[in-house]
């Protein structure tokens, strides 16, 4: 019987678009300002060191924000990229630059499923400070307290099985408990193998019958 929920959240929660076309330049646009202002402060010198050490190269500010901006014309999911990106964004988010596109379907079943027991959980390549903005500044308002806890890359990549039996070990249920939720056909590939229950999210197109998971439009047709 399922008894948690994770969801992953560009192309289920929320839409594509709003991350590849509002937070992503939104970040690029104002990256070498904010490193330039900030590369010393605490927080931010933690990251840059984490990107010396996986770069393996001493590299200076200018080279920083190269790399840096690389990476998000890449799309990387490098976490040192995700937590500068994350606090980025928080400034848009209180600027009230833009708020967190979630899907109606998603915010009201969120709700419903709470409602009933579920415990809800978060598994996404955006940090999980990113993670706990685009639902805390959300078009629905605030939707953190639906949420028991948040894992990012820092647990594993997504398309590994080994970061999905983490997080069941972390939640403390058997995985066959969980039901994940995403649209990428390889991170429920990655969920299925270490025993979880899976959904993948077709927001557009039509489902595929053969389709090596079940299928759904929204959330309103995901059948627990």
């Known amino acids: 019987m399922i008894q948690t929920i994770l969801t992953d959240i560009e192309g289920t929660t929320s839409s594509l678009s709003f991350v590849k076309d ?9 990256m070498p300002t904010f490193i330039h202002q900030h590369a ?3 927080k931010v ?12 190269t001493e590299l200076n500010d200018e080279q920083v924000v ?35 596109h979630v ?4 915010a009201r079943n969120l709700k419903k499923w709470k409602a009933t027991g579920l415990k809800l959980y978060v598994f996404s390549s955006g940090s999980v ?5 685009i639902f805390g500044y959300s078009d629905f308002g605030d939707l953190t ?30 995985a066959n408990a969980i039901l994940f939720l995403s649209d990428i056909k390889e991170e429920l590939d990655a969920a299925r193998d270490a025993g979880m229950s899976t959904m993948q ?23 627990l």
């Open 40 to 42: 010393r402060d605490e």
């Open 145 to 174: 307290p639906l949420f028991s806890g948040y894992y990012d890359t820092t647990i594993g990549n997504k398309r590994e099985t080994n970061a999905y039996e983490k997080i069941a070990g972390d939640i403390g249920l058997p």
């Open 66 to 100: 190269a790399q840096l901006l690389r990476w998000i014309d890449e799309d990387k999911k490098i976490t040192p990229l995700k937590a500068l990106q994350g606090m980025i964004w928080e400034a848009g988010y209180r600027a009230r630059d833009f708020t967190g």
């Open 201 to 223: 999210l077709i927001r557009e197109g039509a489902p595929n019958r053969a389709a090596a998971h079940r299928q759904a439009h929204s959330f309103d047709e995901i059948v």
């Open 129 to 133: 400070q990113a993670q706990k903005l």
């Open 22 to 30: 509002v937070l992503f330049p939104y970040s690029r646009q104002r």
């Open 103 to 106: 899907y109606e379907d998603a």
């Open 45 to 56: 010198h933690a990251q840059l060191d984490e990107m010396r050490r996986l770069t393996g």
